[in-house]
């Protein structure tokens, strides 16, 4: 059983900084690209942010300069630092994991719970 779970999300003012967490955790085998989705109401999810497990980083346009992710592979562990927050990033935030369970051949796709990211103007 493989779980991921979010934390570090809040309430925040227009400017302000957070650091979102995700822990991967359970029988894991190796874990491939870790990414960070964001929901806003009304909205469809977007991706965020991307890291590969060699390190290589995609982020979307709209978070290019501010946001910053990054992972320690020896803890399963990925995050996202958000600088400079907007009200438009108000969302509910969403760890994404492809990982080879232990028992099993191919890998699957795995997501947190996710965590809420109030910014308020």
């Not at 438009?88 to 028992?103: F, I, Q, R, S």
Request: proline share 2%; hydrophobic share 35%.
């Amino acid at each position: 059983q493989v779980q991921l779970v979010e934390s570090g999300g809040g309430l925040v003012q227009a400017g302000g900084s957070l650091r979102l967490s995700c822990a991967a955790s359970g029988s894991i085998i190796s874990v491939n690209a870790m990414d960070w989705y964001r929901q806003a109401p009304g909205k469809q999810r977007e991706l965020v942010a991307g890291i590969t497990s060699g390190g290589r980083t995609n982020y979307a346009d709209s978070v290019k300069g501010r946001f910053t992710i990054s992972k320690d592979g020896a803890k399963n562990t990925m995050y996202l630092q958000m600088n400079s927050l907007k009200p438009e990033d108000t969302a509910v935030y969403y760890c994404h994991a492809v990982v080879l369970p232990l028992g099993l051949v191919s890998f699957r796709d795995y997501w947190g719970q996710g965590t809420q990211v109030t910014v308020s103007s």
